[in-house]
């Protein structure tokens, strides 16, 4: 029996009400079936119910309800065999091309298909039928080739790595053997070298003294005067220096060979599993204010942020960091000036402000403090939170100063670098011994390593309380992590620093643990804390693959004269490769760089490094500077790794001559993560120091017989010349664009901003671009949603950075659309003749091209749409269901409009546009999905003719959110496009048949304002839940009471008072301060059904005091009951006190789940139990819980033995895990259990 539109709501209680009342003795099963326009509803009987019998019209969404009769001592066996029928239902597969079939076979032909066929699709299939084989046999063919080919739960696997692992521990202690033994030989040979120098040394002292020296002694004398000892000794002891220098140079030439061999063989590796050593990309950003009271932040002439400057007495709060930039909110209260709500009170938790976000494998983590305020000033004990972990605190005494023991992390403490300093102070200042400690992770070997070592850094302040440095000193580099350990060593005197300091590098020796290795340095004078003379110092991104150091000479601490440039190529090779400033022949010079200083200004020829050099990335940028500006030619050369020293010209420009260091004209920049396997430039014009016109975004590539540089543009757009942003068409890169993950993106800027539609595209190994998704985004740039394809592919070709030729849209392996970009005479990238487009909702279901003409790429004459290969002659007769996004709308060529709603229903404005704009009678039409199908007039109204779009005259308007189950109108006037007088509120509801009834309504005054007795329909008013609220407005706003109406099945069921409202008068602006009683209704809508739930109790100034109650109501009964509830306490500020019943946040239908125990202060403690009930039950029942720490300050601890819900659990899923919590966390053994039968399905083992 086939039933569509409105009617399966009746026969959905209609069939329910029928189960209940069935006879005991006729177990029967009723499956209902919902799909997209119609539904089927099928009876058998539950002792014959097989697989076969289960006969499906259409498949698109399927809900099913399983009604369980009485219990009875056969409702196990029962249930079970419903659960069988579940279980077939779900793993029932259905044909894409014939829905009423279902799935049988597998083509393994070797070619491109649906694969998946059905008995229809079999008898179509033009290839060979004999490639293909029943779902059964091809999964028993599968199994059998996977069960040849793996191993016995991965023992393959855990062997070899085992093996591995065993291997590299027997080569470690033969090299820790050998080089003990060579270190016990070596030491030998230089302590036999030193007692034969120390006996000389002897008779030299004794010689001053011949009467008191011994008979061997005066032998020994001898022996030097006529036998010539000593020079043979030295004659011997320079064979032992060469022998030594032999050994250690052989020695270092095999331990160099052996890191070589090991290094290449790592890359081959990486290469062949693809995995990629992580590199630093620097990436600046500009900060603009404009006129309008906005902090703009700009890169690359895309607007990241725009950020609105809400109080012009304070100086704005400017970030610094690109991940702050693009996600940091304040989620705080702003008073009437639009400031920061005033003085901090209570219990608070803030982002560590210095903290610095650097991610390298883009890894999320949270860093915050943790403590009490009192009147703005930081009180009693606060704790440093590190991915949800205590990693240090302190105390603050009544003036918010520190005070006693702290323990804090380092100023750029962050993933790879988790440093604290522990130390005391007093009133705010920092006192005697400070030590600097690294925080055991298991991400932080090296970090980890240096703490085992007993790694030993800080120093000492005055103990006067002065917060002055005194004495021996070990700090940090700025940039100091497991890539970069390096430290400056020295002495302070005061506060300052005085003497010689050494830059080290913290290196393991294979003996003695640590040790640091001098790499840099130089002295302080005594009095200013000054540099003076000889210097080299570490470039700001030092560490391992770029170990760049600068030395030169300082005077009163500003540098002079000649500054070199160094670079530590090759660590194991000892390599030190000075930066010579000279040119050889073709161009090609030897690694340089370095430059003179004129009282610490740069002037003169430089050869300078990039901000990210490295070893990959060895950019060097070569030209003048005059008074510390950069002026001329620039040229920007590069040299990979295994290049033998060859730098190639790739880009560069000239700077003006006014001392600006404006770029002018034609440039070629790098991108700010440039290397080696991502070579990407950017090419175009500058103006005055800002980009104008076309830039073009260009791959770049070697060629290895010439050494040439090759250029492929790959993307671009234009710069607007005014304010430098992006403006039109574009193709831009991913963030981790490289030559083997080519992902571009290709869409429109305004003013900088991404607004509209923006594909996503990935070249594939046909060098072709397929289309992976979409992003959408408003006019603020604010995305809106993304989607994604999976069987719709783009093919086609770019040419310079632009699409060009055919290219052709392909859904599921055919060709259904496209067209030709760029006609002779014209541009790459503009569309051009006969094109065949697919709609932005394209889908299985949602099969719509537009068929039409481009000219110079936009649009012209007539356009028609298809469905489903079927021409519609006119555009509104087309049946489709809308994917809906907020704010789209897509035109046809004539102006007529179809505008996406924010629900599901078939909505179609019809009038006419005058110059783009919305003139004369508009008509809004609905597609019903029941009854007859037809289009039905539901709306109209008139817009005025000059092109202004205001409404004027009568109108009936579609609610938002207008559907089937949510069919609202209003009806009314409008004048100079604002409502006024009288307005109606109708909802079209079915009882019988399908009649307009009025809800409610209203009067506007003359200002386009509610005024006087209003009703209106709730946020989540539906078929069935009709809740209206009636009060009274003033001057725009709620004043005096207002009252809920609730009303269901054509029945007043209830009146509910609501939140009386009382109107005060502050700073000129009416505010709404809620008092009183009040009933809260919430409905939360879940697969197409209301879960409605009351909260009913007492407000006082907004905030919950008092017995509050929580009422549920299940879908199709009318009465509320009581499942939960408390207190909440006035005295401590309105927090939860004493017992609860609380919801389980999934509470539902078939998972009724609720929680009860104990609150103290807001915080569970104590025993909790969690209660269940079927749903058909009226009485919950133990099913688990444990209990929580009792501590005074309630951090909601569980401890010991617990029972908990899966997350996934309901009335199919009756799912529990137990086990045992120690401080909150997990440790032993858990076992995983189906409830009524107390089965262990699987157990989990947890580290204690």
């Given at each position: 029996m086939?039933?569509?539109g409105?009617n399966?709501?009746?026969?959905?209680l209609f069939?329910?009400?029928l189960?209940?009342?069935l006879n005991?003795?006729l177990w029967?099963i009723y499956?209902?079936?919902?799909?997209?326009?119609?539904f089927?509803f099928k009876?058998?009987n539950?002792?014959?119910?097989n697989?076969k019998d289960?006969?499906i019209?259409?498949?698109?969404?399927?809900n099913?309800?399983?009604?369980?009769p009485?219990?009875?001592?056969?409702n196990?066996?029962i249930l079970?065999?419903?659960?069988q029928?579940?279980?077939?239902?779900q793993?029932?597969?259905?044909?894409?091309?014939?829905?009423?079939?279902?799935?049988?076979?597998?083509?393994?032909?070797?070619h491109k298909?649906?694969?998946?066929?059905?008995?229809?699709?079999l008898?179509?299939h033009?290839?060979n039928?004999?490639q293909?084989?029943?779902?059964?046999?091809f999964?028993?063919?599968?199994n059998e080739?996977?069960?040849?080919?793996?191993?016995d739960?991965n023992?393959?696997?855990?062997q070899?790595?085992k093996?591995f692992?065993?291997?590299?521990q027997?080569?470690?202690?033969q090299?820790?053997?050998?080089?003990?033994?060579l270190?016990i030989?070596?030491?030998k040979i230089?302590d036999?070298?030193?007692q034969?120098?120390?006996?000389?040394?002897q008779l030299?002292?004794?010689?001053?003294?011949?009467?008191?020296s011994s008979?061997?002694?005066?032998?020994?004398?001898i022996s030097i005067v006529q036998?010539?000892?000593?020079e043979n000794w030295?004659s011997?002891k320079?064979?032992y220096?060469?022998?030594l220098?032999?050994?250690?140079?052989?020695?270092n030439?095999?331990?160099?060979?052996?890191?070589?061999k090991?290094?290449?063989?790592l890359?081959?590796?990486?290469?062949?599993?693809?995995?990629?050593?992580?590199?630093?990309?620097?990436?600046q950003?500009?900060v603009?204010f404009?006129?309008?009271?906005e902090?703009?932040?700009?890169n690359?002439?895309?607007?990241?942020r725009?950020?609105?400057?809400?109080d012009?007495?304070?100086?704005?709060e400017?970030l610094?960091?690109?991940?702050q930039?693009k996600h940091?909110?304040?989620s705080?209260?702003l008073?009437f000036?639009?400031?920061?709500e005033?003085n901090k009170?209570?219990?608070w938790?803030?982002?560590i402000g210095?903290?610095q976000?650097q991610?390298?494998q883009?890894q999320?983590?949270?860093?915050y403090?943790?403590g009490?305020?009192?009147?703005?000033?930081?009180v009693?004990?606060?704790?440093y939170i590190?991915d949800?972990?205590?990693i240090?605190s302190?105390d603050y005494n009544?003036?918010?100063e520190r005070?006693?023991?702290w323990?804090?992390?380092?100023?750029?403490?962050?993933?790879?670098s988790?440093?604290?300093?522990?130390?005391?102070?007093?009133?705010?200042?920092k006192v005697?011994?400070?030590?600097?400690?690294s925080k055991e992770?298991?991400?932080?070997k090296?970090?980890k390593?240096?703490h085992?070592?007993?790694f030993?850094?800080?120093g000492?302040?005055?103990?006067?309380?002065n917060g002055?440095?005194q004495g021996n000193?070990i700090?940090l580099?700025?940039?100091?992590?497991?890539?970069s350990?390096?430290?400056?060593?020295g002495?302070?005197?005061?506060g300052?620093?005085?003497g010689?300091w050494d830059?080290?590098k913290?290196?393991?020796g294979v003996?003695f643990g640590?040790?640091?290795?001098k790499i840099?340095?130089?002295?302080?004078d005594g009095?200013?804390g000054?540099k003076?003379?000889?210097?080299v110092?570490?470039?700001?991104g030092?560490y391992k693959?770029?170990q760049?150091?600068y030395?030169g000479?300082?005077?009163?601490?500003?540098?002079v004269?000649?500054?070199?440039i160094?670079?530590?190529?090759?660590?194991?090779?000892?390599?030190n490769?000075?930066m010579q400033?000279?040119?050889v022949?073709?161009i090609?010079?030897?690694?340089?760089g370095g430059g003179?200083y004129?009282?610490?200004?740069?002037?003169?020829?430089?050869?300078e490094?990039?901000?990210g050099f490295?070893k990959?990335?060895?950019?060097?940028y070569?030209g003048q500077y005059?008074n510390g500006?950069?002026?001329?030619?620039?040229d920007i050369?590069?040299?990979e790794?295994?290049?033998n020293?060859?730098?190639l010209k790739i880009?560069g420009g000239?700077?003006?001559?006014?001392?600006?260091?404006?770029k002018?004209?034609?440039?070629?920049?790098?991108?700010n993560?440039?290397?080696?396997?991502?070579q990407?430039?950017y090419?175009?014009?500058?103006?005055n120091?800002k980009?104008?016109?076309r830039?073009?975004i260009?791959?770049?590539?070697?060629?290895?017989l010439?050494?040439?540089?090759?250029?492929q543009?790959?993307?671009?757009?234009?710069?607007?010349?005014?304010?430098?942003?992006r403006?039109?068409n574009?193709?831009?890169?991913?963030n981790?664009?490289?030559?083997?993950n080519?992902?571009?993106?290709?869409?429109e800027y305004?003013s900088g901003?991404k607004v509209?539609k923006?594909?996503v595209?990935k070249?594939?190994q046909?060098d072709e671009?397929?289309?992976?998704?979409?992003?959408?985004?408003d006019?603020?740039?604010?995305e809106?949603?993304?989607?994604?394809?999976?069987k719709?592919?783009?093919s086609?070709?770019?040419?310079?950075g632009?699409?060009?030729?055919?290219?052709?849209?392909?859904y599921?392996?055919?060709i259904?659309?496209?067209?030709q970009y760029?006609?002779?005479?014209?541009?790459?990238?503009m569309?051009y003749?006969?094109?065949?487009?697919?709609s932005?909702?394209?889908?299985y279901?949602?099969?719509?091209?537009?068929?039409?003409e481009y000219?110079?790429g936009?649009k012209?004459?007539r356009w028609?749409?298809?469905?489903?290969?079927?021409?519609?002659f006119k555009?509104w007769?087309?049946?489709?269901?809308?994917?809906?996004?907020?704010?789209f709308?897509?035109?046809?060529?004539q102006g007529?409009?179809?505008?996406?709603?924010?629900?599901?229903?078939d909505?179609?404005?019809?009038?006419?546009?005058k110059n783009g704009?919305?003139v004369g009678?508009w008509?809004?039409?609905?597609k019903?999905?029941?009854?007859d199908?037809?289009?039905?007039?539901i709306?109209?109204?008139y817009?005025?003719?000059?092109?202004?779009?205001?409404k004027f005259?009568?109108?009936?308007?579609?609610a938002?959110?207008?559907?089937d189950r949510?069919q609202?109108?209003?009806k009314?006037q409008?004048?100079?496009?604002?409502k006024?007088?009288?307005?109606?509120?109708?909802?079209?509801?079915f009882?019988g048949?399908w009649k307009?009834?009025?809800i409610?309504?209203g009067?506007?005054d003359q200002?386009?304002?509610k005024?006087?007795?209003?009703i209106?329909?709730?946020?989540?008013?539906?078929?069935?839940?009709?809740?209206t609220?009636q009060?009274?407005y003033?001057?725009r706003?709620?004043?005096?009471?207002?009252?809920i109406y609730?009303?269901?099945?054509?029945?007043l069921?209830?009146?509910?008072?609501?939140q009386?409202?009382s109107v005060?008068?502050?700073?000129f602006?009416?505010?709404?301060?809620?008092?009183g009683f009040m009933i809260?209704?919430?409905?939360?809508?879940?697969?197409?059904l209301?879960?409605?739930?009351?909260?009913?109790?007492?407000l006082?100034?907004?905030?919950?005091?008092?017995?509050w109650?929580i009422?549920?109501?299940?879908?199709?009964e009318?009465?509320?009951?009581?499942?939960?509830?408390?207190?909440?306490?006035?005295?401590?500020n309105?927090?939860?006190?004493g017992?609860?019943?609380?919801q389980s946040?999934?509470y539902k239908?078939?998972?009724?789940?609720?929680?009860?125990?104990?609150y103290r202060n807001?915080k569970?403690?104590?025993d909790?139990?969690t209660l269940y009930?079927?749903?058909n039950e009226d009485?919950f029942?133990k099913?688990?819980?444990?209990?929580?720490d009792?501590?005074m300050?309630?951090?909601?601890?569980?401890l010991?033995?617990?029972v908990?819900?899966?997350d996934e659990?309901?009335?199919?899923?009756?799912?529990?895990?137990s086990?045992?919590?120690?401080n909150?966390?997990k440790?032993?053994?858990?076992s995983?259990k189906?409830?009524?039968s107390?089965?262990?399905?699987q157990?989990f083992k947890?580290?204690?």
């Amino acid at each position: 029996m086939l039933f569509s539109g409105v009617n399966r709501y009746i026969l959905e209680l209609f069939i329910l009400k029928l189960i209940v009342q069935l006879n005991a003795s006729l177990w029967k099963i009723y499956i209902i079936i919902e799909v997209d326009r119609c539904f089927f509803f099928k009876q058998t009987n539950s002792k014959q119910s097989n697989k076969k019998d289960i006969k499906i019209l259409m498949l698109f969404n399927l809900n099913f309800f399983l009604v369980q009769p009485p219990f009875s001592p056969n409702n196990r066996r029962i249930l079970q065999q419903q659960q069988q029928i579940v279980l077939q239902i779900q793993q029932m597969s259905f044909c894409q091309t014939h829905p009423q079939n279902q799935v049988d076979f597998i083509c393994m032909q070797q070619h491109k298909c649906q694969r998946k066929l059905c008995k229809d699709c079999l008898s179509e299939h033009i290839e060979n039928m004999k490639q293909a084989v029943t779902i059964e046999k091809f999964q028993k063919i599968v199994n059998e080739k996977l069960s040849a080919c793996q191993s016995d739960n991965n023992e393959d696997l855990k062997q070899q790595k085992k093996m591995f692992q065993s291997l590299l521990q027997d080569i470690e202690v033969q090299i820790q053997k050998i080089l003990e033994e060579l270190y016990i030989s070596i030491t030998k040979i230089y302590d036999k070298i030193e007692q034969e120098d120390q006996s000389y040394n002897q008779l030299i002292n004794e010689n001053n003294n011949l009467t008191k020296s011994s008979n061997e002694s005066f032998n020994k004398l001898i022996s030097i005067v006529q036998e010539k000892s000593l020079e043979n000794w030295n004659s011997e002891k320079t064979n032992y220096y060469q022998y030594l220098q032999k050994a250690k140079q052989q020695l270092n030439q095999e331990a160099e060979t052996f890191g070589t061999k090991i290094q290449q063989w790592l890359k081959e590796v990486f290469k062949m599993v693809g995995i990629k050593n992580n590199e630093f990309i620097y990436t600046q950003f500009q900060v603009k204010f404009t006129e309008e009271k906005e902090v703009q932040y700009l890169n690359d002439g895309e607007i990241l942020r725009i950020d609105q400057i809400k109080d012009t007495t304070r100086i704005p709060e400017i970030l610094k960091n690109l991940e702050q930039v693009k996600h940091l909110q304040w989620s705080g209260q702003l008073n009437f000036n639009n400031q920061k709500e005033g003085n901090k009170k209570g219990s608070w938790k803030e982002l560590i402000g210095n903290y610095q976000i650097q991610i390298l494998q883009q890894q999320e983590v949270n860093f915050y403090e943790v403590g009490d305020y009192d009147n703005g000033i930081r009180v009693k004990n606060w704790k440093y939170i590190y991915d949800n972990k205590e990693i240090g605190s302190g105390d603050y005494n009544e003036n918010g100063e520190r005070n006693g023991k702290w323990q804090e992390p380092w100023e750029r403490f962050w993933q790879h670098s988790q440093l604290q300093y522990i130390g005391q102070y007093k009133n705010g200042k920092k006192v005697g011994k400070w030590d600097i400690q690294s925080k055991e992770n298991k991400d932080t070997k090296p970090l980890k390593f240096l703490h085992n070592s007993h790694f030993s850094g800080g120093g000492l302040y005055d103990a006067e309380g002065n917060g002055l440095k005194q004495g021996n000193w070990i700090e940090l580099s700025e940039g100091f992590f497991k890539e970069s350990q390096v430290t400056y060593n020295g002495q302070y005197k005061n506060g300052k620093k005085v003497g010689g300091w050494d830059i080290c590098k913290i290196e393991k020796g294979v003996l003695f643990g640590l040790k640091f290795k001098k790499i840099g340095g130089g002295v302080y004078d005594g009095y200013n804390g000054m540099k003076q003379g000889n210097w080299v110092e570490i470039f700001d991104g030092f560490y391992k693959d770029s170990q760049v150091t600068y030395s030169g000479q300082y005077k009163n601490g500003k540098k002079v004269c000649r500054w070199d440039i160094f670079f530590n190529e090759n660590e194991d090779k000892r390599l030190n490769l000075k930066m010579q400033n000279y040119i050889v022949a073709l161009i090609t010079f030897v690694f340089s760089g370095g430059g003179e200083y004129d009282d610490g200004i740069k002037q003169g020829d430089w050869i300078e490094i990039s901000d990210g050099f490295f070893k990959d990335s060895q950019i060097t940028y070569r030209g003048q500077y005059k008074n510390g500006k950069k002026v001329a030619r620039w040229d920007i050369w590069y040299k990979e790794s295994w290049d033998n020293g060859k730098y190639l010209k790739i880009g560069g420009g000239v700077y003006d001559e006014g001392g600006n260091e404006f770029k002018q004209g034609h440039w070629i920049d790098l991108s700010n993560g440039f290397f080696r396997d991502s070579q990407i430039i950017y090419e175009g014009q500058y103006l005055n120091g800002k980009k104008i016109d076309r830039w073009d975004i260009c791959n770049i590539q070697k060629s290895i017989l010439n050494d040439t540089i090759k250029s492929q543009k790959i993307g671009g757009g234009l710069y607007e010349a005014i304010n430098q942003t992006r403006t039109g068409n574009w193709i831009t890169l991913s963030n981790e664009f490289s030559n083997t993950n080519q992902i571009i993106y290709h869409g429109e800027y305004k003013s900088g901003i991404k607004v509209g539609k923006w594909e996503v595209l990935k070249m594939n190994q046909k060098d072709e671009f397929e289309l992976k998704n979409f992003l959408m985004f408003d006019q603020k740039g604010i995305e809106l949603f993304t989607k994604n394809y999976s069987k719709i592919l783009l093919s086609g070709k770019l040419n310079q950075g632009k699409k060009f030729g055919r290219w052709n849209i392909i859904y599921d392996n055919v060709i259904i659309g496209g067209g030709q970009y760029g006609q002779q005479g014209q541009e790459n990238g503009m569309k051009y003749g006969k094109w065949v487009e697919i709609s932005d909702e394209f889908s299985y279901t949602l099969q719509v091209t537009y068929d039409g003409e481009y000219q110079n790429g936009k649009k012209v004459g007539r356009w028609d749409i298809y469905q489903f290969n079927e021409k519609q002659f006119k555009w509104w007769q087309i049946y489709y269901k809308l994917i809906l996004c907020s704010g789209f709308i897509i035109y046809d060529f004539q102006g007529n409009q179809i505008k996406q709603e924010r629900n599901k229903a078939d909505i179609y404005y019809v009038g006419n546009f005058k110059n783009g704009k919305k003139v004369g009678c508009w008509e809004v039409w609905f597609k019903k999905s029941y009854g007859d199908d037809k289009i039905e007039l539901i709306g109209q109204g008139y817009y005025d003719d000059r092109g202004d779009e205001l409404k004027f005259g009568n109108w009936v308007e579609i609610a938002d959110g207008f559907c089937d189950r949510l069919q609202i109108t209003w009806k009314g006037q409008y004048k100079n496009g604002r409502k006024i007088s009288s307005w109606e509120i109708y909802y079209n509801e079915f009882d019988g048949e399908w009649k307009h009834k009025i809800i409610g309504g209203g009067f506007y005054d003359q200002e386009g304002s509610k005024s006087g007795k209003w009703i209106e329909q709730s946020e989540i008013f539906i078929w069935d839940s009709q809740v209206t609220y009636q009060g009274h407005y003033k001057n725009r706003k709620k004043i005096g009471m207002w009252e809920i109406y609730y009303k269901q099945n054509d029945k007043l069921k209830q009146k509910l008072r609501m939140q009386k409202y009382s109107v005060i008068q502050k700073c000129f602006c009416c505010c709404l301060v809620v008092v009183g009683f009040m009933i809260k209704k919430e409905v939360n809508r879940e697969n197409g059904l209301n879960r409605v739930r009351i909260l009913s109790g007492t407000l006082k100034k907004g905030k919950k005091i008092g017995e509050w109650g929580i009422f549920y109501r299940k879908q199709y009964e009318n009465e509320y009951k009581q499942i939960g509830g408390g207190l909440y306490d006035e005295k401590f500020n309105g927090t939860k006190s004493g017992k609860w019943n609380e919801q389980s946040p999934s509470y539902k239908w078939d998972s009724e789940v609720v929680y009860q125990g104990n609150y103290r202060n807001g915080k569970k403690i104590g025993d909790w139990d969690t209660l269940y009930r079927k749903y058909n039950e009226d009485k919950f029942r133990k099913i688990g819980g444990g209990s929580y720490d009792n501590g005074m300050g309630g951090d909601e601890v569980k401890l010991g033995k617990w029972v908990e819900i899966s997350d996934e659990f309901k009335y199919v899923s009756q799912i529990t895990q137990s086990g045992e919590y120690e401080n909150g966390k997990k440790i032993g053994l858990w076992s995983e259990k189906e409830l009524e039968s107390d089965e262990i399905i699987q157990e989990f083992k947890f580290e204690n």
